[in-house]
């Protein structure tokens, strides 16, 4: 073969690699091309050394065997300074690649559509890249966490939560309404969490339910399950109580004037006030102080929401009630007379009393229990009240009523 053939084929050899190997899978790409590369380096080693010139040198320089020792000495000069330099460019290009695709993927936020149909809560993912679904949160229901994450792919592709139409029915009566939110707990792909939270609407006519959504925006981390309760203590209710107390006392805080205190022992008639006790406790051992704080809502028997406000621990003269493992405290759900009650906000200088008429309420008390650095959990337990003097009822529920979502 001519001396130009064997250099043309080495370089139409190198042509169809590039060509060649730009066709591959990404991840047959890389070793094809190094390796490819590799072996031209070679080639066109050997081509160099058999030229003429070269070989009657090495010839001169040294007998026959030796100069065959002389070129594969500098065959594997060339290979080690090619290896070198390709992995190093290589490993160069690769680190540029993954950094852009890092901080492409970094200023990617993730973008969610909510869709109720087909009874399902639908959950399409707008974004350009699948992010990872850990758990959902209905209402006040329990966080429902995943021992696996579920991918959620872009668009065509959708997750879907099956059971809303279900609850939903049990618990909105016919020709009513309820509002509920409903939260994703997710994590994208560098593992930074997201709550993606959304409201539904829904309205039931007979055995039809029609849901709306409305998106609410996302949340950065995951706030919700951060506030389970802990199985390292509990805050629990532990009784209800309705102790008769003075008309005149609805002004002032319960317990925290001595006429107030002297009024609960000599037990005055005509008006009673809601207590409900609850105690905290942590297992033997060294256990955080903490602070705890309360929310209440007043429902009427139609599921109406009447009235919310900040609650008033008896006797605290600040709305954060301070405990220490064992210790218990009495909150005040509401004040009651004959078919209507008075609601007792906490006021920083006097409680305020909302008077609302009727005779059978439900209260939620939402309880947020923390430290002074983090938050332990947050809580709710539902009362059920009825309003009829010195008849009156207090009830601790154990669930949250089916016909208020």
Known sequence: MPEWAKWAAGVGFSILLNLTANKLPARLHDPVLRWGWFGTALYFTYLILTVDAIEDGLGM??????????????GAVVAVVYWTTINAAHSKISKASKSEEAIREASEEISVAFIYQNKQIQIHNLGKLEFYLWGTKLGDSPVAMETEARVVSPEPFHYYIL????????????????????????????????????LLWAT??????????????????????KSSPSPAFTFALVRNTLLILPRNLSNNRLGDRPTARKNLRQGERNLRVALARFQYKTPPGPSPKVEVKANLMIFND?????????????????????????????????????KWIEAYEYDPKSPKCEKLKGTRFYIRANFTVRTETDLLTEQTQWFWLEAKGNASTLVGLLKQPEHII
Do not use: M
């Open 302 to 338: 139609s599921s109406l929401l009447k009235h919310e406000y900040a609650g008033a621990w008896h006797s605290a003269i600040v709305q954060s009630k301070r405990f220490r493992s064992g210790d218990y405290a009495d909150l005040v759900l509401a004040l009651i007379g004959n």
């Open 204 to 225: 039931r006519s007979k055995n039809e339910l029609t849901v709306h959504t409305q998106n609410l925006g996302n949340l950065s981390g995951w706030p919700e399950t």
């Open 61 to 74: 320089l040294a007998p026959s065997k030796t100069s065959y020792v002389i070129a594969a000495a500098v």
């Open 163 to 198: 059971g809303f139409e279900d609850l939903a029915l049990k618990q909105i009566p016919d020709g009513k309404e309820a509002r509920g939110l409903f939260q994703a707990f997710v994590k994208d792909k560098q593992g930074k969490e997201f709550t993606l939270r959304c």
